[in-house]
């Protein structure tokens, strides 16, 4: 199959990594696969085996003589719609729609998902999600995830004071930082001492700089460094919404077999399982309180080796054979 993804930009965020990801995983399986974009190829993900095309959407070849596109955000799905030959996807990663920040652009945001593209969900809970809206047919693909590059390391004994690793931009609406720093800051109160390391694609705000929590800021950590920033830290905080459709750097600091706090959502729940422990979502008094459990030594003990069995169910090659199985299905009906 000729397969290629809408990329609107290449700038270092989760989601642009989980469409890469799936590029990868549909190409190392044979297929001609292209990640088209308007942005320079991503420096901090070079691809080893899909192809970068670096143009225009309205004049891409690789788009021209695709068999199937994929729209990787909602501004591309009218974009992959016009002038497709084969079936068109929706890649969601979480919907916009229910995004505070997105108010605005909502009657828009529900327009493109209207438009006649098959939804391809990162989670289950997500996939309900937008099959209650009507907004099918959606396959829950799951997410791709390579459980090799977050493993955990030696065991160590714990900093002393504990280093607790939060992900995430501040100003991300969906992403919960500053509830974590609501928690963090009533623990410290209490008494609770640790050191807190900050990692994210976005410098740190003045907002975040007033609160005087944060001990290590790193802005655009490259990806392959990641798994050291797990594995020097004590305790990792997922404290993401239940609007986000999925939380990857809660499953890398699983994989590496962190001791993990997580918001309590559907989609915390169906990624952790019972590997990780859970704080009543949005609720910074629960996250204070549940914090000292998880610095334990059985805690640490649990976590090295349930957070790596649970992360092990997501896996990229099942995630393209997923895909694969969509787009042929796909390809099949609109052959009959």
Do not use: N
Not at 174 to 197: C, M, N, S, V, Y
Not at 207 to 236: I, K, N, V
């Amino acid at each position: 199959m000729r397969v290629a993804y809408l990329l609107a930009s290449t700038e270092l965020c989760g989601g642009v990594k989980v469409a890469l990801g799936q590029a990868e995983a549909l190409a190392r399986r044979g297929h001609r696969v292209t990640v088209v974009s308007p942005d320079a190829p991503p420096a901090w993900h070079p691809l080893r085996w899909a192809r970068f095309e670096r143009a225009a959407f309205d004049r891409s070849p690789a788009l021209a003589d695709a068999d199937v596109r994929v729209a990787t955000f909602w501004t591309t799905a009218a974009l992959a719609v016009e002038g497709a030959r084969g079936p068109v996807f929706h890649l969601c990663q979480g919907f916009e729609g229910e995004f505070d920040f997105y108010r605005d652009a909502w009657p828009a945001i529900e327009a493109a998902y209207r438009l006649p593209t098959r939804k391809l969900a990162v989670s289950a809970p997500l996939a309900e999600r937008l099959a209650e809206r009507g907004f099918g047919p959606v396959v829950d693909v799951g997410q791709v995830f390579d459980a090799r590059e977050f493993s955990p390391g030696p065991e160590r004994a714990a900093a002393d004071p504990p280093v607790v690793l939060l992900v995430g931009p501040y100003e991300g609406p969906t992403k919960g930082i500053p509830i974590a720093l609501d928690g963090l800051a009533l623990w410290r109160e209490r008494g609770g001492r640790f050191r807190l390391r900050r990692v994210s694609a976005t410098p740190p705000t003045d907002a975040e700089r007033r609160r005087g929590l944060t001990d290590e800021y790193h802005h655009g950590l490259p990806p392959g460094r990641m798994p050291f920033a797990y594995r020097a830290a004590d305790l990792y905080v997922g404290p993401s919404r239940a609007v986000e459709g999925f939380d990857l750097p809660s499953l890398e600091a699983l994989s590496c077999g962190v001791p993990t706090l997580l918001s309590d959502t559907p989609r915390h729940r169906a990624l952790g399982g019972d590997a990780a422990w859970y704080f009543e979502d949005g609720d910074a008094e629960s996250l204070a309180a549940t914090l000292p459990a998880l610095l334990a030594s059985e805690a640490r003990a649990r976590a090295r080796v349930a957070g790596p069995a649970e992360a092990s169910r997501h896996d990229a090659s099942r995630v393209a054979e997923r895909l694969e199985a969509a787009f042929a299905e796909a390809l099949s009906g609109r052959a009959a």
